[in-house]
Each structure stands twice: as structure tokens, then as C-alpha cells.
């Protein structure tokens, strides 16, 4: 049928947006709190967006500068057990940059190797980079992002279990930025989503060292991808991709959590 008038509102806060919904001022509620889904009324829709959620490391920080205790990390965290505890399923697991059936087939199927859940292999890399007796870190997670919040405290429990001790730092959004652009933290949860072509750009600047967040050097494989693969080869550029994410496994990049859906 024909619709005369569609309005659009902008409903900051949850409680609020639940009771309009309850009311019937909105019709259509986009993004409700995952918690509250299966009780709302109606036909629940999902469909997936552009954001991998991910655990990111300063690899210039003195604690995180061996990539075998970075490794260790992305080992001791168990991607499956957050994409249900922080988002009751209604998300993805991310292996690399991206999650499965993408739509952005540009960027490759994802790493040949992917890191999977190993706590023994975990705290084997601990071992072999001399951790003998637990090892303190802190994670940044900005405020106001509730998913992150209950993401580092799953991520603080399991990195326990390997013999790592997490400081969560909650920061406002400001704070955290100029944090990560000091190069002054540890450890840190943030979002992002790729828009092509720039996707290789978004990549840089997770793991730059030019006062970036991730402090090493992406500019090997970036070069392949912006300057050797033009942007309407796809198939060149998957592979440069799947390069970069195999890049960013033996480097101990990032850990991508989970790909949300809404």
C-alpha cells in the first residue's frame, strides 16, 4: 500500500524507544536493545551491517611488544562464547577483518590460518615468552557502548583463565581517541565498517604506526592493495586482503569478535 507520510525519529534512549514501540508511536523499531528482542511484539527482521567489533593492541607498548604474548591474547579469547553472552546470538563470529557471507566479496574470504580458541596454546606462548608469573594489562573501552563494556568483562575472565591480569579503563569517547592516538594504552575494544574502496585505508588505520592505534607497519600489504591491485580487480584485491589478514595473525594485529547484525 501507499504510504503518505513516513516519519523518522531519533530515540536515544532505550526505555524510551520501548515504550513508544509499546504505544504504537512507532511502528518500526530499528536496533532495539538485544536483550529485549525476543519479548517485543511484532516480527523481529535481521539483517547484517557493515560492523566487526574487535579487540585492538599498541604493539609499541612495552608489555605488548613481543608478538607471542599478543598471540597469546588472541588465543585466550574465545569469540564464541561473546558473540552469545554480549549479543544472545544475534551477531556473527568474525574471523579476520570481516565476517562470513559479506557483501563485500572484494575483501576475501578472510585469513588461510585464523586464530581459534586455544587456552593451552595460549599460555604455551606465555611460556615461551618468559610469563612465568601472570602478566598485568588494561584494556580501554569507551563509554556509553554497552556491548563493549559486557564484551571486556567476558574478555577479563578469560584472559584470567590463561594467567592475565585485565584492568578495564572505561573512558568517554574523547579520552579514549586521544589515548589511542598518544599510543598510550594497552589494549582496546572499538568498532568499524568498511566502505570500498576505501576498506584499505579502514585497515591502516587500525594497525599504522604513524601515532595509530595498532604502533606497527601495515604499509607492506597496504601498497599491494592501493597502488599493485586497482579497485575493480576484485579478485587481486581479495587476495591482497587475505594477505593482510594473514599479515595481521603472525603480527598478532587484532582480535575481530563478531560481525553485528541488526
Known amino acids: 500500500p501507499k504510504i503518505d507520510e513516513l516519519v ?12 513508544a514501540y509499546e504505544n504504537g508511536e512507532i511502528q518500526v523499531w530499528r536496533d532495539p536493545p538485544i536483550d ?15 560492523e566487526n567489533v574487535f579487540v ?15 598471540q597469546a591474547i588472541m588465543y585466550a579469547i574465545d569469540r564464541e562464547a561473546l ?18 557471507d559479506t557483501i563485500w566479496p572484494e575483501l576475501g574470504p578472510g585469513p588461510t590460518n585464523p586464530i581459534t580458541y586455544d587456552p593451552d596454546k595460549a599460555r604455551a606462548l606465555l611460556a615461551e615468552a618468559g610469563v612465568t608469573d601472570g602478566l598485568k594489562l ?28 585485565l584492568e578495564i579503563e572505561l573512558l568517554d569517547l574523547v ?8 599510543g598510550g594504552h594497552e589494549l582496546g575494544i ?10 584499505s585505508e579502514s585497515i591502516v588505520f587500525v594497525f599504522g604506526s604513524g601515532g595509530v592505534f595498532g604502533g606497527y607497519d601495515a604499509s607492506p600489504w597496504l601498497d599491494v592493495v592501493t597502488r599493485d591491485v586497482g579497485p575493480t580487480d576484485e579478485s587481486g584485491r581479495a587476495d591482497a586482503c587475505t594477505a593482510g589478514e594473514d599479515r595481521s595473525g603472525d603480527n ?11
Not at 523518522?8 to 515504550?19: Q, R, W
Not at 580501554?140 to 578469560?158: L, N
Not at 579520552?175 to 598518544?182: P, T
Open 56 to 70: 585492538f593492541f599498541n604493539s609499541q607498548a612495552e608489555s605488548l611488544q613481543d608478538v607471542k604474548i599478543r
Open 252 to 262: 598478532g594485529g587484532l582480535v575481530a569478535r563478531y560481525n553485528k547484525r541488526r
Open 36 to 50: 529485549l528482542i525476543d519479548s517485543l511484539p511484532g516480527t523481529v527482521e535481521e539483517f547484517p551491517v557493515l
Open 175 to 182: 579520552a579514549f581517541f586521544e589515548k589511542g592516538f598518544s
Open 190 to 199: 572499538f568498532n568499524y565498517g568498511f566502505v570500498l574502496p576505501a576498506a
Open 8 to 19: 523518522y525519529k531519533t530515540i536515544s534512549d532505550p526505555n524510551a524507544g520501548l515504550l
Open 83 to 100: 558473540r552469545e553472552g554480549v549479543t544472545s546470538g544475534y551477531s556473527r563470529e568474525a574471523i579476520g577483518f570481516q565476517a562470513p
Open 138 to 165: 588494561s584494556m580501554m573501552v569507551p563509554v556509553g557502548f554497552t556491548d563493549f563494556e559486557s564484551s571486556a568483562q567476558i574478555i577479563q575472565q578469560q584472559l584470567a583463565d590463561v594467567g592475565i591480569q
